[in-house]
């Protein structure tokens, strides 16, 4: 494969990520491109793939990170183009297309953490926010406070809920623990907490090198029952007067 980065690729390489980059660039027609934003990316299309790397910032570790979400892309793993929701009205409003993305991505980097590891990085080289609490007190109290609105659920702090409780359940970080602001969570909402426990429970079973096995789980049957889940706890909730959830865009 030729680059049109050579100096930037080998500044990205290093002996850690050498065999991943391969693998990688063996399946996929991959580029390397400078961007202005500050952090990296991946964008994949069918056989394509182009990892973005911030101007100033050449990192194996970050480049290693995007790697692995490009190989779990090459397994056939793609969460989030199934957790669509325009065939669920009533999901609608809560399942914007930034939890979804979210979603995916928190699951991907509870897969790709262990490997990340082995790889020889150390954790807090994982994410640029590593070292950023996702729960913390102010955040629990918001999130429960934003939930309901009287006896009407807010679509927005489903959305919240969702979105925080998933990604403090789904970190592997040794140096946070989050189980008490997480029991905080599902004592205002054992129902809706339990349905994500489940679906970490799951994804942890779910085998990667097995997806396609029809024997097997697969990331299409996961994310399909969790939003049966999900949305039939919403029609435990709803408030049975007008039908719906509290949403913003339906206020006024
Ligand atoms: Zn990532």
Redesign the pocket.
Known sequence: MWFRHKSLINQLLDYRNQDLFDFVNKSLSLSVERTTASC?G?YTRGTKAIVYVPYGKPSPSSFA??L??AELKIRGVNFSTKLSVSERPALIPIFSDALSDHIT?VL??RK?FPKFLSLGYNEDEF?SDSRIAILTKPVVDSLIHGLRHGIDYSADGINSYIGKYLAARSSCFSFFDYSNELQQLRDVEPGLSSVLDGLVDRWDRYDIEKEGDPFYDSYLMISFDFLDEVESWVGSVINQATNSLWSVNTRS
Request: hydrophobic content about 35%; glycine content about 0%.
């Open positions: 990296y991946l990170h995007e692995l979400h991505n991907e980097h790709m994410l």
